[in-house]
C-alpha cells in the first residue's frame, strides 16, 4: 500500500460502484504539526471509497492512528488512538477534476483529539512538593504529607512492600 503525499484524488473514470483509495499521509503533510501536548510518531490511515452521485462526488470512508499525547497528569507522552469511522463529505460539479481532502480531512481528525487526557485512569500525577512523576519515582515528600491511610495507592503500596 502506498504512502501518499497528500490526499489528492482524480475523479474521471469511477466505476458505478465507487473508486477506493487506502493508505497513509503523515500528519504534517495534514498541516498539522507537532506541538506541547501532541505528537506524531505515525502516519494516518485512511481508506476512501468514492462515489458519483448525480453531477457529485461523494467521499465516504474511515481514518485511523496513534498519536501522542502529553497526560494531565504526570505530563509524560502517551499513545492515544484516534479514529474517525464516518467520514462524509460531497464535491459539487467536481466530475473529472482531481479533488484534493486535505482541508476536510485535517479538520475530521482534529476533532476526535482528546481535549483532556491521562496516560492511564490510575496515573499518580506529578508530587505537588517535589515535582517526581510518582508513577516512576517514590518521593519521601508524599508518604509523610499523606496521611490518610484509607487511599488505595496506600493499600496497594504495602500490599507490594509484603
Ligand atoms: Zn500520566
Ligand atoms: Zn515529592
Known amino acids: 500500500m502506498s504512502a501518499f503525499k497528500t490526499l489528492q484524488f482524480p475523479t474521471a473514470n469511477i466505476p458505478p460502484e465507487g473508486a477506493a483509495y487506502a493508505g497513509e499521509i503523515a500528519f504534517q503533510n495534514l498541516a ?10 505515525s502516519p494516518l ?6 462515489m458519483i452521485v ?3 462526488v461523494v467521499v465516504t470512508g ?3 492512528g496513534v498519536i501522542e499525547v502529553m497526560c494531565d497528569r504526570c505530563t509524560d507522552d502517551a499513545p492515544c488512538e484516534v479514529e474517525v469511522d464516518d467520514v462524509f463529505h460531497r464535491y459539487e460539479n467536481v466530475i473529472g477534476d482531481i ?8 479538520e475530521d481528525i482534529l476533532l476526535v483529539f482528546p481535549q483532556s487526557f491521562l496516560c492511564s485512569e490510575a496515573c ?9 512523576n510518582l508513577n516512576r519515582e517514590y518521593c519521601t515528600c508524599t508518604a509523610t504529607a499523606d ?3 484509607d487511599t488505595p495507592w496506600r493499600q496497594l503500596d504495602s500490599l507490594k512492600l509484603k
Open 32 to 41: 498539522i504539526d507537532p506541538e506541547d501536548r501532541f505528537a506524531f510518531p
Open 124 to 132: 499518580r500525577g506529578l508530587c505537588p512538593s517535589c515535582g517526581s
Open 99 to 106: 479533488i484534493d481532502l486535505t482541508e476536510d480531512i485535517r
Open 54 to 56: 448525480n453531477n457529485d
Open 45 to 50: 490511515h485512511f481508506a476512501f471509497n468514492l
Open 62 to 64: 474511515k481514518l485511523s
Open 147 to 149: 496521611a490518610d491511610p
